[in-house]
């Protein structure tokens, strides 16, 4: 990230401050052991409306409670609050565009691995657009890296630490070749890639693994649930062997910042005709008018900004 693509300002510890001066200590725990949980949200600029919309702000703002919880930090502020600040502070940056969002708490100052405070937070955000990948798609492979298991570092909440795991499944995929991994669990099934949930199609049925397939509790997962139900698409929520994978006739990765990435390969063998699928289409075409508020039916999931 260049100097230029930073945001004028961030939030830090409820003060909107020069991004430049938004600093914690070096000797910070949630720096030195990650006691940090976080969440990465969307804010979608439509033009028609002249409007930013914030994608399902009361989902990441629960599972912040519930990522907080887990590892015992305490809350900083009322949901609501955090939630008025990020408004606040996309307000002040000005946002006319796609952005990503940020909003992180954590252990602060100085202090063991169990230390309970003092608390800090942070939010930032900044221009982000669509990635290349959803219109592409992209090829993945499995990792010889398995997923942490729910009894060792718990990959449902939004914990920086559980990330080292899947920055090591990152690395190896693109020293492989590939453009991104596919985690396995302790008993071999399928969880999902690094910084996204997975979908396959198979025989005209969408399959997903369950949350207790060691994966981060997504709400762009959830959201497609819903949508695949609504749209009445079979959906299967059960646990996907490996083989699978090179059955699926589509597949498809998703999460908040990726959004919905069609899957051309699973470890260079081709998913279905190695292109993007009609149904992944269509999903993805539909996901774009939710998200921007052309689809009135969802505009309850939005947050208007301005
Ligand atoms: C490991 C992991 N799984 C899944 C997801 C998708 O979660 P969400 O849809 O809430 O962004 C993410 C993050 O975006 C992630 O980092």
């Known amino acids: 990230m260049t100097l230029q ?7 830090l510890n409820g003060e909107i401050v020069p991004f430049d001066q938004a600093k ?36 990441h703002m629960d599972r912040l409670a519930f990522s907080n919880a887990v590892i015992e930090i305490d809350e900083p502020q009322p949901q609501g609050v955090l ?9 002040k940056c000005c946002f006319r565009e796609d952005v990503y969002i940020r909003m992180q708490t954590y252990i602060d100052d ?40 729910d009894d060792a570092s718990p990959p449902r909440i939004k914990a920086s630490a559980n990330y080292l795991n899947s920055r090591l499944a990152g690395l190896e995929a693109k020293r492989s070749g590939y453009d991104a991994a596919v985690l396995l669990n302790r008993d071999g099934s399928v969880s999902e890639g690094p910084g996204g949930c997975l ?13 207790t397939a060691g994966i ?3 709400v762009t997962r959830r959201t497609l649930i819903e949508l695949i139900r609504d749209a009445g698409i079979p959906l299967e929520i059960r646990d996907v062997g490996r083989t699978e994978l090179y059955l699926a006739e589509e597949a498809f990765y998703c999460g908040t910042g990726q959004e919905m990435v069609p899957i051309l390969s699973f470890d260079r063998k081709p998913v279905g005709k190695g292109e993007p699928g009609a149904t992944t289409r269509d999903l993805q075409r539909l996901y774009d008018a939710v998200v921007r508020g052309r689809n009135a039916r969802y505009r309850h999931w939005l947050t208007p900004v301005y």
């Open 5 to 11: 693509d930073r945001p004028p300002f961030a939030i």
């Open 216 to 218: 981060l509790e997504s």
């Open 24 to 59: 914690v200590s070096i000797m910070a725990p949630g720096l030195t052991f990650a006691v940090l949980a976080f969440e990465g949200l969307r804010g979608y600029w439509n033009a028609e409306d002249e409007q930013l919309y914030v994608f399902r702000v009361a989902e």
């Open 110 to 149: 100085w202090g063991d691995m169990t230390a309970s405070g003092p608390v800090g937070w942070s939010i930032v955000a900044r221009q982000r657009g669509r990635v290349a990948a959803f219109a592409e798609g992209r090829h993945f492979g499995v990792s010889s890296w398995r997923r942490n298991a």
């Open 199 to 211: 979908f396959v199609m198979r025989d005209g049925t969408l399959i997903t693994p369950p949350v």
């Open 83 to 91: 939630a008025d600040q990020m408004l606040a502070l996309m307000r």
